[in-house]
Structure formats: C-alpha cells, structure tokens
C-alpha cells in the first residue's frame, strides 16, 4: 500500500483564486512529521511547510497553510491567492518515526501538476 | 551563500560503465541522502548518511554505492549493475539525523544511459 498518496495528477487554477492540494498518509507511528515540497520545471525541490503529528494547531508558512486531520490522516495543502510563479509539481512527503526502525529519509507521494492560469 | 551543489547538471554514460555524481554541502549539515526521480513519479530514498563515514541502503540501494569520507560531500556511484539508471538524482541534506527538520535539496543530476 501507498504510504502517501496524492490523487489529483493535475490541476487548472484562475489566478488570485485559493487551491488545495491533496494528501493522505498511512502510518501506524505515533509520532511522524509531513512535509510539502514545490518543484518547479528547473528540477529542484523547494521546501513550503512541516506539521508535526503533535502539532496540535495546523501549519501555516505566509501563503501556504495545511490542513491537517489527523484521524482522516490527511494533510491538504492550501495555497491562498495563487500567483503565476506558483505554477510547478508539488509533492508531499512524510517523516516516520523509528518505531520501525525504518530509514531515515522522506516517502514522496507522486505530486501535483499545478497550473495557474492568468 | 550556503546550500548544495551538484555535478554534472547533465551526464550521458554509456550501458556498461559506472559513473559517479558529485553532491556537496556546506550547511554543516551532519545527515546526507540521494534520491532517484523518475518521469512522473515521486523521490525514492536510494541511499542516506547521519554521520561520517557511515551510511545506510535506502529503499532502491541495489546498483549503486556511496561513500562519506568528509560531513561537506557524499557521491553517488552508479554502477553497471543498476538496470534502468537514467532518472532524475537529487541529493538532499537536513542539519541532524532522525528529526524532523526539514531536508534541502540540491538541483539535482539528470542522468541518461545511451
């Protein structure tokens, strides 16, 4: 089974407009951390957020908050009033942990296409 | 300015050799990773470094090889025996291990076998 899953391949937004962007999880860890990350078409990866699963009060970043729910196991990006440059592949990622003893790395979802339209 | 270099942005090996990819950090960052990307699919962890000169198989490590001799630098390897290696590799580093402090990335490595 999928441990992160992002069900929207692609998404059309009109500028100015908020969107959200889908994530759900599986772990059976109590204490794990999630991650977005945005990567534009030159290839790199630009951190936007973090939610611990502790954190009791949900993420925000300036434009960028999440929505985290806990017992749905899902954490949403929301990006409010979208700009042009926002336009990329976002990808959302989770941080175990080490109950399992499991690697000490990030498991990506297979992201986003996100497109603004002007 | 700090973060994470990597060289070359674009390589071309031929089926049959190895060829290694550079990535270097001057964060002071202890914790190291290499990640593979292919078209249209997420990361997947490959290999990860907490400390130096230690370093632990992620969850596609068969055909590839690392080393951390020095906390700035941690190349990838790529070997003959990695059937299908032309992806995307992207090497990353957070500044400790088995937190969740975020990890940076550096612009990644595009390989193509020919």
């Known amino acids: 089974a999928q441990k992160i899953t992002q069900t929207q391949p692609g998404m059309f937004v009109q500028e100015k407009e908020a969107v959200t962007l889908d994530c759900t999880y599986d772990?059976?860890?109590?204490?794990?951390?999630l991650f977005w990350y945005k990567q534009p078409s030159s290839g790199e990866m630009i951190f936007l957020i973090y939610?611990?699963?502790?954190?009791?009060q949900n993420a925000t970043e300036g434009r960028y908050s999440l929505n985290f729910q806990k017992a749905r196991k899902s954490a949403n990006l929301v990006i409010s009033a979208s700009q042009l440059g926002d336009s990329a592949m976002y990808f959302c990622?989770?941080?175990?942990?080490?109950?399992?003893?499991?690697?000490?790395?990030?498991?990506f979802g297979k992201g986003t296409h996100l497109i603004i339209q002007p | 300015d700090g973060g994470i270099t990597q060289s070359p942005k674009y390589l071309f090996r031929k089926e049959g050799q190895n060829v290694t990819l550079s990535c270097e950090q001057n964060?002071?960052?202890?914790?190291m990773y290499w990640y593979r990307q292919d078209p249209g699919q997420g990361l997947r962890l490959i290999y990860y470094?907490?400390?130096?000169?230690?370093?632990q198989k992620g969850d596609i490590a068969e055909g590839y090889s690392v080393s951390r001799e020095k906390k700035e630098s941690f190349p990838l390897t790529v070997t003959s025996a990695q059937k299908n290696p032309t992806a995307f590799y992207l090497c990353?580093?957070?500044?400790?291990?088995?937190?969740?402090?975020?990890?940076?990335f550096g612009p990644g490595t595009r390989l193509t076998v020919l």
């Open positions: 990353a580093s957070s500044i400790a291990p088995g937190t969740y402090n975020e990890q940076f």
């Open positions: 772990t059976s860890d109590q204490s794990y951390g």
């Open positions: 939610q611990g699963s502790y954190d009791e």
């Open positions: 990622a989770m941080r175990e942990g080490d109950s399992g003893g499991g690697a000490d790395g990030l498991t």
């Open positions: 964060l002071n960052h202890d914790a």
């Open positions: 470094s907490q400390i130096v000169n230690d370093f």
